[in-house]
């Protein structure tokens, strides 16, 4: 009887203990390829600049433009400025998302940068209103999806609440725009607004701390499980 539940038990221990191993495994998998993600965002982020033609030429491809420093040359139409809720540095306010149009006629959605709220209203930055051509550099991100706890946003109000870009296309009444908005960097801006340079780039990278919790798990098993067979094999006390 000892023998079949020893075996019984065994075989559980096994299925645990390969279950335990395949997830440390699994877990250092992750690690090199979040490693590769993260070096991929630095290269990205730190290299020349592309063009917008170029980016929009990667989305065509079907690959990822993120994080792709991007110059574009343009003229803002502050008139049709969205305003995407944010906080910054523990300051509640707004990212100034500003449609330019290029030379070709391209249109592309810029965050500008935050500003608090009590500078929501542009008459109260006209100084950053920047007029004629301007050159802008930013960094690509791709279109979001609602959060299960994100807010609806308020087209009507000209809140915003997350990134919808067919619906921030059809507010500034664009035909079409790129299939991406750029975060502008940190830049002069008179005035100081909006503040650019908003783009973070934070990813959580804990799969090797993961991958050492299951293999001391799995080691932790077999430490169990031998004393336990040992317990069973163990000679009884003489009874005196």
């Given at each position: ?22 997830l ?9 390829w ?13 290299g ?84 004629g051509?301007v ?33 921030m ?24 607004w ?6 973070r780039?934070?990813?959580p ?26 317990s ?8 005196e």
């Open positions: 009887m000892r023998t079949k539940s020893l075996a019984g038990l065994t075989a559980l221990m096994l299925a645990a203990f390969a279950l335990l191993i395949w440390g495994v699994w877990q250092l998998q992750r690690l090199h979040k490693e590769g993600l993260i070096a991929e965002i630095e290269t990205r982020t730190k020349e600049p592309i063009s917008l033609s170029q980016a929009t030429a990667l989305v065509r491809e079907g690959k990822d433009p993120s994080y792709y420093r991007v110059k574009v040359d343009g003229r803002f139409d502050h008139a049709k400025e969205l305003y995407l809720y944010a906080v910054s540095e523990g300051r509640a306010g707004w990212h100034v998302i500003t449609p330019l149009t290029t030379e070709q006629g391209e249109v592309v959605l810029i965050d500008r940068g935050f500003v608090p709220e009590e500078l929501r209203d542009s008459s109260s930055r006209a100084q950053g209103e920047l007029g051509v050159a802008v550099t930013g960094i690509v991100r791709v279109p979001e999806t609602q959060a299960t706890f994100t807010p609806d946003n308020e087209v009507g109000a000209n809140r915003w609440f997350w990134r919808d870009l067919p619906a296309a059809r507010a500034i009444g664009a035909a079409e725009v790129a299939p991406f908005y750029l975060e502008a960097e940190k830049s002069d801006v008179p005035g100081g909006p503040e650019g340079g908003q783009t780039v934070e990813l990278n804990n799969h090797l701390q993961y991958a050492i919790t299951w293999f001391l798990m799995a080691a932790a098993l077999l430490i169990i499980y031998g004393a336990y067979v040992r069973l094999y163990r000679p009884s006390p003489p009874l």
